[in-house]
């Protein structure tokens, strides 16, 4: 079974890939990462991140992808002896420079080359593999016959990963020069501002005062944004085709985000590694999927060639996901001693759980619990109790600690979060 490889923004959002099915996350220092507004990690976090998922047996890839100019080389090299020895297990690595100088500094480091690299043959494979590659991510824009291709004519040691879900770019594997262009923020060095997704308009010559804009109608659509990629109801083709390893995009999303899509891709790995040829897609891994912000959803360029369909999207904006209530902590660790004696901890309507709030949940509410292999589970918030033991109607504030009423067992980890 191919790898699951789920993106890691922060610590929070790294530990919420791990604990929901990650068998490995992708994650960027403070330098020289394609996702510079991230929150990323600093040198302490990031041996602190190695540590934490080397405790759980997982592995992490520290991303190295943009293209630093010749000044930038020493800056590089300083930071390459500062973390070589946090056992990392490999770097993600666009730019051959890059290349030889993680190679001088840090021989025994592992390889990925990152699909900012564009590899669309078996040929650029080879060629990476001979300079010491031990993976490749391929270029987006690649069919599923195309990479099936790729894996039959590399040598059976060189891997090979590819997207299966999150944003797409509308310029070829992510090269763009638009963001440096109109911001001078170079998306080639981690920078981008996402002008993709920008409005705009056309100005008629003798008309500067009256911009048309530029929208869906019968005669046009948004030229620059594209769809995201799902590929959830694809799983068997993709696991056939002999990807190493499935990749989430999305290093700027929320640690829900990053638990919601991990989960549903894990669920559907295991089901069909339980039973390939009585697989059977599931409807509520794709409803998981749709409760997270998106864009329209497509399946990439897996099964249509960018010129004939450039997967732009029709939509303005972004489908917005489900209000995520709070996570669960460990009801080990969080005093109930405070609460009333009159109130069972636990009865025939369920236990109370302690949770760290992310948005105001009320008394009444409908919603659900999600859980690492399961899918959201509804109930009502039928009690509210405040960290101090007192009844309160709801949880209003940012991070404050609350205890809910749930009919069915949670864990730490576990996600409350609206029903509709």
Same mark, same amino acid.
């Given at each position: 079974m191919?790898?699951?490889?789920s993106?890691?923004g922060? +610590?929070?959002?790294?530990?919420?890939?791990?604990?929901?099915?990650?068998?490995a996350?992708?994650?960027?220092?403070?330098l020289f990462?394609?996702?510079? $507004?991230?929150?990323?990690f600093?040198?302490?976090?990031l041996y602190?991140?190695?540590? !934490?998922?080397?405790? /759980?047996?997982k592995?992490?890839?520290?991303?190295?992808?943009?293209?630093?100019?010749g000044?930038?080389?020493?800056?590089?090299? =300083?930071y390459?002896h500062e973390?070589?020895?946090?056992?990392?297990d490999?770097?993600?690595?666009? #730019?051959?420079g890059?290349?030889?100088?993680?190679? %001088?500094?840090?021989p025994?480091?592992e &390889?990925?080359?990152?699909?900012q690299?564009?590899?669309?043959?078996?040929?650029?494979?080879?060629?990476?593999?001979n300079?010491?590659a031990?993976?490749? @991510?391929?270029?987006?824009e690649?069919?599923?016959e195309e990479? &099936? $291709?790729i894996k039959q004519?590399?040598?059976s040691?060189?891997?090979i990963?590819a997207?299966?879900?999150g944003s797409?770019? @509308?310029s070829?594997s992510g090269?763009?020069?638009?963001s440096?262009?109109?911001t001078?923020r170079?998306?080639?060095?981690?920078?981008c501002?996402?002008p993709?997704?920008?409005?705009?308009?056309?100005v008629?010559?003798?008309r500067?005062?009256?911009p048309?804009?530029?929208?869906?109608?019968? #005669?046009?659509?948004?030229? +620059?944004g594209s769809?995201d990629?799902?590929? &959830?109801?694809h799983?068997p083709?993709?696991?056939?085709s002999?990807i190493?390893?499935?990749?989430?995009?999305g290093?700027?999303?929320?640690?829900y985000?990053?638990?919601?899509?991990?989960?549903?891709y894990?669920?559907a790995?295991?089901? !069909?590694?339980a039973s390939?040829?009585?697989y059977? +897609?599931?409807?509520?891994?794709?409803?998981?999927?749709?409760?997270?912000?998106?864009?329209?959803y497509?399946?990439?360029?897996?099964?249509?060639h960018?010129l004939?369909?450039?997967?732009?999207?029709t939509?303005?904006? !972004?489908? =917005?996901d489900?209000?995520?209530?709070?996570?669960?902590?460990?009801?080990?660790? @969080?005093s109930m001693?405070? &609460?009333?004696?009159? @109130?069972?901890?636990?009865?025939?309507?369920?236990?109370?759980?302690? +949770?760290?709030? %992310?948005n105001?949940v009320?008394?009444? #509410?409908m919603?659900?619990?999600?859980?690492?292999?399961k899918?959201g /589970?509804?109930?009502?918030?039928s009690e509210l109790?405040?960290?101090?033991g007192?009844r309160?109607e709801?949880?209003p504030?940012?991070?404050?600690?609350f205890?809910?009423r749930?009919?069915f067992?949670? /864990?730490?980890?576990?996600?409350? /979060? $609206?029903?509709?």
């Amino acid at each position: 079974m191919p790898e699951l490889l789920s993106p890691a923004g922060n +610590f929070e959002k790294m530990k919420a890939a791990l604990l929901y099915g990650a068998d490995a996350v992708y994650l960027a220092g403070n330098l020289f990462g394609m996702r510079s $507004a991230a929150d990323n990690f600093s040198l302490e976090e990031l041996y602190a991140a190695s540590e !934490y998922v080397h405790e /759980r047996s997982k592995k992490m890839y520290l991303t190295l992808n943009t293209m630093p100019r010749g000044y930038e080389y020493a800056a590089l090299e =300083r930071y390459l002896h500062e973390i070589k020895n946090a056992g990392i297990d490999a770097m993600i690595i666009a #730019d051959l420079g890059v290349l030889d100088t993680v190679k %001088r500094i840090i021989p025994d480091m592992e &390889i990925h080359i990152s699909t900012q690299s564009s590899a669309v043959s078996a040929a650029a494979c080879r060629a990476y593999y001979n300079l010491g590659a031990k993976r490749v @991510v391929l270029a987006r824009e690649l069919s599923l016959e195309e990479i &099936i $291709a790729i894996k039959q004519d590399i040598p059976s040691e060189l891997e090979i990963e590819a997207f299966v879900h999150g944003s797409m770019c @509308v310029s070829y594997s992510g090269r763009c020069t638009l963001s440096n262009y109109l911001t001078g923020r170079d998306a080639n060095r981690g920078a981008c501002t996402q002008p993709c997704r920008w409005n705009y308009a056309l100005v008629e010559e003798k008309r500067p005062d009256v911009p048309l804009p530029i929208e869906q109608t019968p #005669d046009g659509t948004f030229i +620059f944004g594209s769809k995201d990629m799902c590929t &959830i109801q694809h799983i068997p083709a993709l696991v056939e085709s002999g990807i190493d390893s499935f990749k989430i995009e999305g290093r700027m999303k929320s640690a829900y985000y990053t638990a919601v899509v991990t989960n549903a891709y894990r669920m559907a790995l295991d089901a !069909y590694a339980a039973s390939p040829g009585e697989y059977k +897609f599931n409807e509520a891994w794709l409803r998981e999927l749709e409760s997270v912000s998106h864009r329209e959803y497509c399946t990439g360029y897996y099964f249509d060639h960018p010129l004939e369909n450039a997967q732009l999207g029709t939509q303005n904006g !972004y489908i =917005r996901d489900k209000a995520y209530f709070a996570t669960a902590l460990d009801a080990e660790s @969080v005093s109930m001693s405070k &609460i009333s004696a009159e @109130v069972e901890i636990e009865n025939e309507n369920g236990r109370l759980y302690p +949770f760290i709030q %992310r948005n105001k949940v009320s008394q009444g #509410d409908m919603s659900e619990m999600i859980s690492p292999g399961k899918c959201g /589970r509804e109930f009502c918030v039928s009690e509210l109790y405040s960290e101090k033991g007192e009844r309160i109607e709801s949880a209003p504030h940012p991070a404050m600690i609350f205890f809910a009423r749930v009919p069915f067992e949670v /864990r730490e980890g576990d996600i409350m /979060r $609206a029903a509709n």
